[in-house]
């Protein structure tokens, strides 16, 4: 994976752990799977745009800083 997915993946994940949020919770309101949402995190998955920006809107992040 390249640095800059890394760390944009990097920062959402800190985003859901701010918000309280587990990949679990985040799945189910995204509706994927929670290994979808947990294999990303673990940067073991490459997301795809409509995963990232599903986890975008249910996070309400509107501006990335990475």
Do not use: C, H, W, Y
Not at 5 to 17: G, V
Not at 39 to 48: G, I, M, S, V
């Amino acid at each position: 994976m390249e640095n800059e997915t890394i760390k944009f993946i990097s920062f959402l994940e800190s985003e859901m752990k701010k918000q309280g949020q587990t990949p679990t919770s985040l799945s189910a309101k995204i509706g994927v799977a929670d290994t979808t949402v947990a294999r990303t995190f673990q940067l073991k998955n490459k997301p795809n745009l409509d995963l990232v920006v599903k986890i975008m809107k249910v996070l309400e992040v509107k501006e990335i800083t990475i």
